[in-house]
């Protein structure tokens, strides 16, 4: 008797276990489904909307500016002309070489922007050059009034992606006859970094032997994040138009190296460090 009413009881257990088997798989996606469908589903990629940029290192930088600033082959006439032309399209498929300087009016996100950022740059650089010793403090302030400034993509053409945006800034042509003690003459400074590559100042040192060219290249060298300059080996003495400089190597790219200079003029009392010839 209790074997058959224990019979009764699982039947329908029995029953409702083979109902969910065969209806229950099909009632679980369903209701899976209307859950998911017609639904908007975010997520978070593991890249950003901007994708992926190259970076280029300090010394990398250096190189490749180095690069585009000896192989400009437009007269200077040319080139005064281009930068004042009104629509400046980069098209890398339309530059020959190897090395491209090419004047341009878009920041490294692609706004356009004023010459006056180039100044205001340069301005808060001359500063700092100061501040570490590398320029002597009787440099006046770089402002619109006196200074021009044009911005430039030096470009690897065969290596595009490998670009430096920077800022030519040099003393106004009207200003020319000025007074320029003290003054900063021209300057190359990277658009991104606000770093200064290459000047040419007037000073107060009266001679080669006040100005201190170890010390210069080192802070330089540390300012702007590059390795240890080394002392350029046979160097020619006629590769300068003045007989007061030294010059100094850095890493670069693919085995090759970059020479910078610090020099002197007597006489005009003018100081330079260069990346080009």
Do not use: H
């Not at 992926?52 to 690069?67: C, G, V």
């Not at 920077?166 to 003290?182: E, F, M, P």
């Not at 046979?234 to 190296?257: D, I, R």
């Amino acid at each position: 008797m209790k074997f058959r009413r224990l019979s009764l009881l699982l039947l329908p257990l029995a029953a409702l276990i083979a109902g969910l088997a065969v209806w229950g798989p099909e009632v679980l996606a369903e209701y899976r489904d209307n859950n998911i469908l017609n639904q908007i589903m975010t997520q978070d990629g593991e890249t950003g909307t901007e994708g992926y940029r190259y970076a280029l290192s300090s010394n990398e930088k250096l190189f490749i500016l180095s690069k585009c600033l000896n192989n400009q082959i437009l007269p200077e006439s040319e080139q005064n002309a281009l930068t004042k032309q009104d629509n400046l399209n980069l098209d890398y498929r339309e530059l020959t070489g190897t090395y491209a300087m090419v004047a341009n009016r878009k920041d490294s996100s692609g706004r356009e922007i004023e010459s006056a950022r180039g100044i205001e740059l340069c301005d808060q650089a001359v500063k700092q050059l100061k501040e570490l010793g590398i320029l002597p403090q009787s440099i006046k302030p770089v402002s619109e009034r006196m200074y021009s400034a044009v911005m430039y993509s030096a470009i690897d053409v065969p290596e595009p992606r490998n670009n430096v945006l920077v800022w030519k800034i040099s003393l106004d042509t009207g200003k020319q006859t000025a007074d320029r003690q003290n003054r900063l003459l021209d300057a190359y400074i990277d658009a991104d970094t606000g770093k200064i590559y290459e000047f040419y100042v007037r000073i107060d040192a009266s001679s080669w032997a006040d100005v201190d060219s170890d010390g210069i290249i080192a802070a330089w060298a540390e300012y702007m994040g590059l390795d240890e300059p080394r002392e350029y080996e046979n160097t020619n003495p006629l590769s300068e138009t003045t007989p007061y400089f030294k010059k100094y190597t850095f890493t670069g790219m693919e085995e090759g190296n970059t020479v910078v200079t610090v020099g002197f003029y007597e006489g005009i009392n003018e100081l330079f460090l260069k990346i080009s010839k």
